[in-house]
Every structure is written in C-alpha cells, then in structure tokens.
C-alpha cells in the first residue's frame, strides 16, 4: 500500500489549525485543490469539504464546521504566486470566486493538460489517474452524502485521494508539456477559464444562455426579462434555475408572449397552477415589462449572417485532416479545432479562429489552407491517411 491509501489524514476544524497548515501548505509554488459540494436542489453550490495539497503535505478543511474562518485558506488560494491545480476546474473555481471574490489565478486544469499530452479529450479523473499513475480510484464514496456529520474515514481517505493523486499527475503532466514546449498550447484554455463573466450570474446577461430562435424586440425583451426574473428568484431562494421555470417554458413564453394568468395558465410548458403561485405574479408581471416596452429589455443581438449551404466533402476532408494530425501530434482534436471552426474554415478563405492562429496554424491551420488550395492531397494508407504534397 501506498502513501495515498495510508498517509495520514489531517482533518481541518477550527480556526487556528486551518492558520498553521496553511502556513506550511504556503511553502511551494502550486496547490493541488479539489472540493466536495452539493447542488442537487440549490442555486448556490454548498461546500462540504475542501482538499488542498502542496508537494508533500496535505489537509481536509471543513468548512461547515461551527466557528470555523476560511479567510487564511482563502488569502493563500488568492496568492498569485502559487499556481492552483484542479481537475475540471470550472465548477471548483466558480466556489472559489465567489468565496474569495475574484478568480484564484493562476491555474492548471489536468484534463485540459490532458489533453495536450495525448490522454483524450475530457477525461475523467478516474481514467486520467489509471493511465498516468497507473492507480485506480475508488469510487465507492462519489456519490456520498458530503453535508452528513460525521465523515466517515472511507469517505475522508477517498477525499483525501483526490489532491495526493492529483499532485503527482500535475508534476509529470507539466513536466511532459515542458519538455515538448507545449505549455503555452493550454494557456489559451485556462484564460478562458479565468474569465470573470463565467462566474458573474448577472440576471441581466441570464438570456444569453438561452438558444436564441428569433429577432424580433418583442419576443427578445420577453426572453431576456423572463430570463433575468428566473435567475433572481433562483438566486433569493437559493433553488436551481429548473425548479423556478425551465428553458421551455421561458422559450413558449417567449413565442406565445401570455399577458394574463389564464394565458399563462394554457402555456403547455409551464406547470400547471404556477400562475396563481406566489411567483405567478412576479412572472406575468416581468412579461409585461418586456412587452410595455420592447426596445428597453431587448439585447442588442446580432443576427448571424447566412451560412448558405453546408459546406460538403471540403468540411469531411478538414475533419479527416484534422484527426490524423491530432494523432501524429498526439493532441486531442477539439484543443485544435471544433465542429464550428471547421465549418467556418470550410466556408471561408481566412476565416477569424483560434485553428489560424498560434501553434494551432503551425500543427494544422497551415496544412489545412494548403488542402483547400489543392496543394496537399489525403491518401488511404495501411497506417492510416496520409498527407501527400500536390
């Protein structure tokens, strides 16, 4: 057995030991960093535990125990010396940024890493820890209620596992991207993480998470104000945004543009008697608003230009092109290029995407307007396509 399985776990419950370890997790340049929350039935993810790791000390931090002050945890994650190492860390890091108030910068994410050293395209940490460490995670406690009090030592030595694993994979990850000079193929990636706009859950920029299916100001003002109602009450009550009012419902609203309670009442998506509920009337009355006054709730939102047809056998041949240079290189596709960017490539000369730009254009922007051109050529082969100069 190993230091993971064995190691000793240090269990953070009061405020003046949470100061003394982080005093000795200060030493080094990262923190390895995983949470345990809740979201099920909330707006707001509810912490139950905190993991952190430096190189060779480790804690649990619990942050509903009585009394407890996070600020000395929070000071250090804040530290723009030490790099934050999370696995998908996009839910981890909305906690932290609304803990400590701003994104905890700078980060690595081992699943993107992951996929700039071969591994896949988001893998799962299970997977990524069997196929770097070749170690296995048990997996018995993921789906453990981690608000219950007392935790278990099953449940403390798995939590445990998740940053004691997670170091390791971040010194050979960085040092394999290091050593390929590829660490800068993922900076991209992890400042679109960092981005504050992620996290801000204004209810005025609630719509933008809506599909977006006409453009007419009556029917923008009515899903944009709606929108911005559901995420308010969402947030007062602390509920998820589905159990207010789902996409649906906020989308025939849109259409149907219900003035009255009885309207309202015959939308098919809306649940039945939530009109006459004690947020009926705060609904209605946000569809009012929006159709009072349609130029002053509409986004400004551009219609998007007519694509014409679909670009055909030029945007299969990309695709093609696209994963045999992924694999030559040993980099996950969708870190190069997405479905969208391919289309666009397609459709267009010199089209404004990240695949035209930067170490992308070198591994397959290039090759891919020599393909256009007629200037490269793919050809079956019996170790797959290859890439033939015209």
Same mark, same amino acid.
């Given at each position: ?96 940024? #609304? ?48 608000? #219950? ?63 977006? #299916? ?53 939308? #098919? ?122």
């Amino acid at each position: 057995m190993n230091d993971d399985e064995t190691g000793e776990i240090r269990l953070i419950t009061d405020t003046q030991a949470l100061v003394a370890a982080c005093e000795r997790l200060s030493d080094g340049d990262f923190l390895a960093v995983d949470t345990e929350f809740h979201r099920e039935t909330t707006y707001w993810p509810q912490v139950c535990l905190i993991q952190v790791a430096n190189a060779d000390y480790d804690v649990l931090v619990d942050p509903l125990a009585n009394g407890l002050d996070l600020s000395p945890l929070l000071k250090l994650l804040a530290d723009t010396s030490k790099v934050k190492v999370f696995h998908a860390a996009r839910q981890d890091l909305e906690i932290f940024t #609304r803990l400590i108030g701003h994104t905890p910068a700078p980060i690595f994410d081992t699943q993107i890493a992951a996929m700039a050293c071969g591994l896949g395209d988001s893998i799962s940490y299970e997977n990524l820890v069997s196929r770097v460490l070749k170690g296995t995670v048990d997996k018995s406690s993921q789906f453990t209620d981690w608000a #219950r009090r007392p935790l278990s030592e099953k449940q403390l030595r798995y939590a445990r596992g998740d940053v004691v694993y997670l170091r390791k994979i971040y010194r050979i990850l960085s040092d394999k991207l290091a050593k390929q000079n590829r660490t800068d193929w993922i900076a991209d990636e992890h400042d679109a993480l960092l981005d504050p706009e992620i996290y801000a859950f204004d209810p005025e920029t609630a719509w933008k998470r809506q599909k977006i #299916r006409k453009y007419k100001s009556d029917y923008l003002a009515v899903l944009a104000n709606v929108s911005a109602w559901r995420e308010r009450v969402a947030q007062e009550t602390d509920k998820p945004r589905g159990r207010i009012l789902k996409d649906d419902a906020i989308q025939e609203i849109a259409q149907q543009k219900p003035r009255t309670a009885d309207a309202l009442e015959r939308m #098919r998506a809306v649940p039945n008697g939530f009109a006459k509920s004690r947020h009926g009337q705060g609904l209605i009355h946000a569809i009012n608003q929006a159709l009072d006054d349609p130029d002053k709730y509409a986004p400004d939102v551009e219609r998007p230009e007519s694509a014409g047809p679909p670009p055909g056998a030029v945007g299969e041949l990309l695709k093609v092109l696209l994963k045999q240079v992924s694999d030559d290189a040993g980099v996950a596709t969708r870190l190069i290029a997405n479905a969208a960017d391919l289309e666009k490539l397609a459709r267009e000369d010199n089209p404004d995407i990240a695949a035209l730009k930067g170490w992308r254009r070198e591994v397959f922007g290039e090759m891919a307007l020599r393909l256009k051109s007629g200037k490269v050529a793919l050809a079956a082969s019996p170790k797959g396509v290859k890439i033939v100069e015209v």
